[in-house]
C-alpha cells in the first residue's frame, strides 16, 4: 500500500491485516496416473496441487459463456489477406 507523503513523495507500508477469502475443505479421489500428473506439474510450476485443481475448475466451469457463433461469415474465396485491408482505398 502506499499514501502520499510529505512534498508529494509517496510512502509504501505493510499493513497486518489480512484479506481473508472463505473457502470449503472438499476431498477428491484420482486415478494414480491422474494424481502423480498433478504432482509433478505442481512440482515444475512451483505451484499447490489445490492451486491447479482450482484454476481448472475456474478455467473450465466457471469461464464466462460465449455469445455464440463465429464472428464473421462470408460464403467463397476471400478477395483479399488481413494485411491488405486497406487496398480498398487504393486508387485504381
Known amino acids: 500500500m502506499s ?3 510529505v512534498d508529494g513523495l509517496i510512502l509504501t507500508y505493510v499493513t497486518m491485516y489480512r484479506t481473508l477469502t472463505y473457502m470449503d475443505k472438499i476431498q ?5 496416473d ?6 509433478a ?9 489445490a492451486g491447479l485443481v482450482r484454476d481448472s475448475v475456474r478455467k473450465t466451469l466457471l469461464k464466462p459463456k460465449s455469445s455464440g457463433g ?18 480498398i482505398y487504393d486508387e485504381t
Not at 477428491?28 to 494414480?32: D, L, N, R, S, T
Not at 491422474?34 to 504432482?39: D, I, P, W
Open 3 to 5: 499514501i502520499s507523503g
Open 28 to 32: 477428491i479421489y484420482f486415478p494414480k
Open 34 to 39: 491422474e494424481l502423480e500428473a498433478l504432482r
Open 41 to 49: 506439474e505442481a512440482e515444475r510450476s512451483g505451484r499447490s496441487v
Open 70 to 87: 463465429p464472428v464473421g461469415l462470408w460464403e467463397g474465396e476471400p478477395k483479399r489477406f488481413s494485411v491488405d485491408h486497406d487496398s
